[in-house]
């Protein structure tokens, strides 16, 4: 599973993008507003900073306006993906922008017929959200669910649309999109850093620290 930066903090994806292992940044406008700074700015600085997909997002409306502002984003920069809302002027939208050779991340999922619809129309990637799947269903494992049900829906019907697990919010989420088989998962700065640490091997570190000094 690959893993990508869901951030739009310049600094956080300086910092992450040093460690050598991520192939990947997403955005949404919330994590725009949160970074401070215009997506078309976010997208001009990330692109030098991570080179891999870049989803920026458009905004909902009708599938010419999202067109319209899909293009620009994606003349920004070849690694550019056009994240669309799952709704059906979305779709048509995916539809066209697939005709056109442009990349799509579908956002908002959480259904697999939502996701075959994308798919459908040729989507790049899906990004069910595990987080937010989890909170309205009072769960710990619908949104592993549901990427599971996905990966199982595109390898029957054979789609090439690939899974990015969204919305993750702890360790237990990185998990779970590991054991559904999501291709990706684009994971906050704050469990990105939360994945390389566990306490037994800090406590295997005080023990071999004491032992050197004798
Ligand atoms: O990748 C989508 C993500 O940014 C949404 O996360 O925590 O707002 O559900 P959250």
Do not use: C
């Not at 997506?39 to 997909?53: C, F």
Request: net charge neutral; proline share 2%.
């Amino acid at each position: 599973m690959k893993l990508f930066a869901d951030t739009a903090i310049i600094n956080e994806i300086e910092e992450v993008s040093q460690w050598g292992i991520i192939s990947g940044v997403t955005t949404n406008p919330s994590l725009i507003a949160k970074s401070g700074i215009t997506l078309g700015d976010a997208i001009k600085k990330i692109v030098n900073l991570v080179d891999g997909p870049i989803s920026a997002e458009v905004n909902e409306g009708k599938a010419d306006d999202m067109l319209e502002e899909a293009r620009v984003y994606a003349a920004m920069h070849k690694n550019i993906v056009v994240k669309i809302p799952m709704t059906l002027e979305g779709v048509k939208a995916v539809k066209q922008l697939t005709k056109e050779g442009i990349k799509t991340n579908v956002t908002l999922v959480f259904s697999v017929s939502q996701a075959l619809m994308a798919a459908s129309a040729g989507a790049t990637y899906v990004s069910p959200f595990l987080g937010r799947l989890d909170d309205l269903t009072q769960t710990d494992d619908a949104g592993y669910k549901l990427v599971k049900d996905i990966k199982e829906m595109f390898k029957t019907y054979q789609f090439k649309t690939e899974i990015i697990a969204a919305s993750i919010r702890h360790l237990e989420h990185v998990n779970q999109s590991i054991k559904a088989g999501a291709d990706i998962a684009t994971i906050p700065y704050k469990v990105l850093k939360e994945m390389v640490k566990h306490e037994l091997t800090d406590k295997g570190l005080k023990i071999f620290a004491e032992a050197s000094q004798k």
